[in-house]
């Protein structure tokens, strides 16, 4: 560990520790004090919800936009009279594209602000850091991203999709297109290094070979020597696990390599419409994507979804996956807490399975087990317009596997 970031982290240490003594003594009058498990204040007419962000950083580029999915989120709700007869106030914090801020801002949004659910997160880095923060105090977070699975607890819930119902259709689409060979490129964090170890273990088992495995720091720009590597492989496909702004450079690379989607197609689980958009269609123009919602997905529900985020944030701007996943789990905390008939974490948790809600990607029901929900797999094309359009799907939603139990190939992984 460098200097800078012993002393970094130590400051934090001692920041954390100074608040939660701040906390433990009562900040006002009359207050009592807050701690481990601490209910949200539902002592007024509104209930606070924490929005955790990267609203700065490398990882801005995806999260801004699910920031303002949520905000959509809680003002129809707001608009329709609240839950439980209160309405909800968001606070809203910037992670800042850095891990321990996440989980200061998690332990500030529990104890200082008094939410009763928090709504955020995106990489598995930042995930894992405020896991602890969300256990020690017995709250809630709704995580809305795709992730590496492998990772269930108590205190979160994941409406973005796991292993089984992202990676694993993936992989099976380009087997069913009779890619024999690929390459792996990610992010060097937790999720790509977890997802590609996953990804190895699906490929022997099915006729598969990696050709190869890089990884590049959280918003590198450099992908000329990866790109080369990539190339010279003569990889039936590449798999792509980087997130955030890198996924810029490495396009931009890409293509000046002379490599396409005719000759060797990638297929991408972190880029959505609003990642296209920043890194340009002349990059991505028929690269393919694995999610469980895009922008063209048909249904009433999508449509009224896409009117009124365009409405309230501009007409040019597309929706996606992470951010629909932001959305829908809004309404999902709303039902549980209803049915529930209470703020109260605990109760909130034992309403929660069964839970549905006709979401923007089609129906999704709370699997209570796992606190996952069941989503159905799309895979989707890159247009030169821009768009992602789908040209697969399971039929049906899929129930959540995180731990890859119905998978004999993945015995060991956890």
């Known amino acids: 560990m460098s200097r800078f970031r012993g002393r970094r982290v130590a400051a934090c240490a001692a920041m954390l520790a100074a608040a939660l003594t701040l906390a433990a003594c009562g900040s006002k009058t009359g207050e009592k004090a807050a701690g481990p498990g601490a209910a949200a204040d539902t002592s007024g007419d509104t209930v606070k919800v924490g929005l955790l962000n990267s609203l700065s950083g490398t990882m801005a580029i995806s999260e801004v936009?699910?920031?303002?999915?949520?905000?959509?989120?809680?003002?129809?709700?707001?608009a329709a009279g609240g839950v439980l007869g209160k309405k909800i106030q968001p606070v809203s914090e910037d992670g800042a594209s850095d891990w321990p801020t996440f989980a200061e801002k998690a332990e500030k949004l529990i104890q200082q602000d008094k939410v009763a659910a928090v709504f955020g997160c995106w990489t598995s880095a930042s995930r894992k850091a405020v896991k602890p923060v969300f256990e020690k105090n017995k709250a809630l977070l709704f995580y809305p991203v795709q992730y590496e699975g492998l990772e269930q607890s108590p205190y979160i819930f994941y409406t973005g999709a796991t292993t089984n119902q992202q990676i694993v259709p993936g992989l099976d689409y380009l087997k069913s297109q009779g890619k024999t060979s690929i390459y792996l490129v990610g992010s060097d964090y937790v999720f790509?290094?977890?997802?590609?170890?996953i990804i190895k273990a699906y490929a022997a088992a099915n006729g598969m070979t990696v050709l190869g495995e890089d990884y590049a720091p959280l918003g590198s720009t450099e992908f000329g020597t990866i790109v080369n590597k990539v190339k010279a492989s003569k990889a039936a496909a590449v798999f792509n696990t980087l997130n955030g702004d890198s996924n810029v450079a490495f396009f931009k690379e890409y293509k000046s390599?002379?490599?396409?989607?005719?000759?060797?197609?990638?297929v991408s689980v972190s880029i959505a419409e609003e990642e296209v958009k920043s890194i340009g269609t002349q990059y991505l123009d028929g690269q393919l994507t694995a999610w469980n919602y895009y922008q063209t997905t048909t249904g009433a529900a999508n449509d009224k979804f896409v009117k009124a985020y365009k409405a309230k944030y501009g007409a040019d701007k597309p929706t996606s996956d992470p951010m629909e996943a932001a959305y829908t789990s809004v309404y999902l905390w709303k039902a549980m807490v209803e049915k529930a008939g209470t703020f109260d974490v605990e109760k909130v948790k034992a309403a929660s399975d069964g839970i549905t809600f006709d979401a923007p990607e089609g129906k999704v029901t709370v699997d209570g087990a796992t606190q996952h929900i069941y989503k159905t797999a799309r895979i989707g094309k890159v247009g030169a317009d821009g768009l992602i359009t789908e040209v697969w799907n399971s039929g049906q939603p899929v129930k959540p596997d995180p731990y890859l139990k119905g998978y004999p190939w993945a015995t060991g992984l956890s």
């Open 65 to 78: 936009t699910v920031r303002d999915s949520l905000k959509l989120a809680v003002e129809e709700i707001n």
């Open 257 to 266: 390599a002379g490599l396409t989607a005719a000759s060797m197609p990638v």
């Open 192 to 197: 790509p290094r977890t997802a590609n170890k």
